[in-house]
């Protein structure tokens, strides 16, 4: 007797720090996209209470974080472990994607199990070595994000609220250790974070055998890449990347692909399936797609997009095109 294989099965792993309407409409096309898929949500309560009846009516799995979040630190990575443990030991999934409550899909759900189970890697990232950045100016700073063991500094100087003589003074300040001296770093985060500024000193990775990587904080891991993630986190050498991590900036782009790169055996595949614009990357947010983008986006190839603004017209334009046939 003979089986059918059945369709990969995903786990939508959901991050929010807000809860309203375009969360909702999100988790409800994402059910009507793909109704075998399991919906889970890791949401910073701390941030915005939600109502749990929004993720039972799509049923789906409702994650409140354990303490606040902070964007792009290890608080986040964290939680994130957390949730991915659970979806293991909990769930039956071929595959987990990762998204954020901006995202929203560009293609049917068909295509992109389609795109996962044809791929002979173990993961989906877009990542490369940093090590090996070609652009100069993007090399420079990953080199400092992930090069230097950092402590977080007062909002004094340079944060959002600072007056702009002040920003600049932090940036001239940050610029003469630079050209300076190789061993401290003053790192300025993007000015619409509103976060401080890091103060760091030269490091290293703490883990021999494995290669700093840093890239797009969306990712698609199989279950046989989630249960080696999951294993090395448990590991000594799992325990000390959490700690050297815990120390750099944004730390969100860098942890998951230093991690699998450096697995054995592990497969990763270096390629976006997100579609993500940065007109202005030193505010640390992506563009906000709209209507005008719609012909780039369906012809971008890439399965989802970041971000749109709530209720934006393109997402009506998208569901027409994303909805299961009939």
Known sequence: MTTTPRDLRLAYLVSSYRSGG???RLLTTLRRNDPAAEIVLLHNGFENPIDPAVVEAV???????????VWGDMS???????????????????WVLTLSEQDYPLAPAAALRDRLGGTSADAVLDVQPVARTSEPAVAQDVRRRYGFRYATLPSWPGGRRSPRVLRRAAEVLALVLERSQPFVRLYLMPTGTG?????????????????LWWGSAW???????????????GTA???????????????????????LA?????????????????????SGRPDEFGAADLEHLLAS???????????????????AVTAPAR
Request: charged fraction near 25%; proline fraction near 8%; glycine fraction near 8%.
């Open 22 to 24: 375009q969360l909702t």
């Open 59 to 69: 049923g789906g799995h409702l994650h409140l974080t354990s303490v606040p979040v």
């Open 76 to 94: 986040l990575e964290l939680e994130r472990h957390r949730v991915l443990r659970w979806v293991l030991g909990e769930l039956d999934v071929d």
């Open 195 to 211: 976060l401080p500024p890091k103060v760091g000193r030269r490091a290293s990775l703490p883990v021999a055998g494995y290669e």
């Open 219 to 233: 990712f698609a891991l199989s279950r046989r890449a989630l249960t080696a993630f999951v294993d090395r986190l």
């Open 237 to 259: 050498e799992g325990e000390a990347l959490v700690e050297f991590f815990a120390r750099t900036v944004i730390p969100t782009e860098a942890f998951t692909p230093t991690l």
């Open 262 to 282: 450096g697995e054995p055996g592990l497969v990763v595949e270096r390629d976006a399936l997100h579609e993500i614009r940065f007109s202005d990357p030193g």
């Open 301 to 319: 190839g890439r399965f989802m997009a970041r971000k749109f603004a709530p209720g934006d017209p393109a997402l009506d334009a998208l569901d």
